[in-house]
């Protein structure tokens, strides 16, 4: 008997080690990488260094990405599993602006693509300026998720919120600024405890207060600016530190853009340092693109850089986080920047 149990063990085993192998086979198949390509993605997924235990998420957007794989949305989803990626923060909603029943047929075949490769699929929201002024913005966009979770199958599911609250871009000029809002973000005369940029930072974790008690279950990152843990650091601003986010929210993303890797890991170091008690809490969020919304240029992108500057960076950030408990990995912004790199010669 004992024989027997052992035959059928290892039968087991080379059975599972054979279908491992084919599935990632047919990934790599529907993900239609050339040669060179698939060098250079497996060059990355091994930089990320998932295996040990790291995450990576990558930002896809409706205009961007969305509209690069309007017809294919499993192909996009083979190759973000082929890239090692665990994560994406993804928004279709201007991609398919006239016609919901398609953007709801890609958002659910998306979603049940990067499911079956183990991907962890979070839906952009929270980001517009009128959730500065208006309570019922929150719990509409929440709402939105929840509802239309409930009306898929499992696997079809949003795992997340991933929100993009930005109060410093407040600035008197804004051209969106939302009706019946008073405070301004000044880095010069409004910066003070109780001062407009402190309240607004706390308007940014009251929402994230609101919207968490409506997604729950589903997890809740937010996109953070570097700069904030130090003002908050040297008494400037009350709110806004890195343990306060992770009150509200499971995990913060670092927006550490910079052509730099050392000024990179420099921009990032405050917030991680200031959530040493919250392990893999905090991810850092590299940018590959250009021309996106609030651009302040070549400095703040790694792809005039090109590849191997890249993968370098990314080997550097992850070394220096291994020495800090709440690193949780390098998430990329976004995702066509990034292809562009990956096709470049």
């Known amino acids: 008997m004992k024989t027997y149990y052992r035959i059928l063990f290892s039968f ?51 205009k961007r990405s969305v509209k690069d794989y309007e017809r294919e949305p499993n192909k996009l989803a083979a190759r973000l599993s082929v890239l090692g990626f665990t994560d994406v923060y993804v928004s279709c909603e201007q991609a398919f602006a006239n016609d919901e029943n398609a953007r709801l047929s890609w958002q659910k075949t998306f979603i049940s693509e990067a499911h079956k490769w183990g ?8 980001s517009s300026a009128k959730l500065f002024v208006s309570d019922q913005r929150v719990m509409d966009e929440c709402k939105s998720v929840k509802d239309y979770n409930q009306s898929v199958v499992a696997n079809e599911r949003f795992d997340g919120i991933s929100a993009d609250l930005e109060p410093h871009i407040l600035k008197k000029n804004f051209a969106d600024r939302p009706q019946g809002l008073t405070l301004t973000w000044d880095s010069k005369e409004n910066m003070g405890i109780g001062k407009d940029n402190d309240l607004l930072l706390k308007r940014t974790i009251d929402v ?42 499971n995990s913060i993303i670092v927006m550490a853009y ?88």
Not at 24 to 50: G, H, V
Not at 119 to 126: D, G, P, Y
Not at 224 to 235: A, E, K, L, P, T
């Open 208 to 249: 994230l207060e609101m919207a968490q008690k409506e997604i729950k279950p589903l997890v809740l990152s937010e996109a953070i600016g570097f700069f904030v843990q130090s003002r908050v650091n040297d008494g400037l601003v009350e709110h806004g530190s890195a343990s306060e986010y992770l009150k509200f929210c």
């Open 12 to 62: 087991l085993a080379v059975f599972s080690l054979f279908s491992a192998k084919a599935a990632s086979l047919d990934k790599e198949k529907l993900a239609d990488f050339t040669p060179k390509q698939l060098n250079k993605a497996l060059e990355f997924k091994q930089s990320i260094q998932t295996e040990k235990g790291y995450s990576s998420s990558v930002y896809v957007y409706s």
């Open 258 to 345: 910079n052509n730099d890797m050392k000024r990179i890991w420099e921009m990032s170091k405050p917030a991680i340092s200031a959530a040493d008690d919250k392990p893999k809490s905090v991810s850092i969020a590299i940018k590959t693109s250009l021309g996106t919304f609030g651009d302040e240029g070549v400095t703040t992108s790694l792809q005039p850089g090109g590849w191997a500057n890249l993968i370098s960076s990314i080997k550097y950030i992850i070394e220096q986080g291994a020495y800090e408990k709440a690193f949780k990995g390098v998430d990329v912004f976004e995702y066509q920047g990034f292809e562009i790199m990956l096709n470049a010669e």
């Open 119 to 126: 991907i962890k699929v979070h839906s952009l929201r929270l």
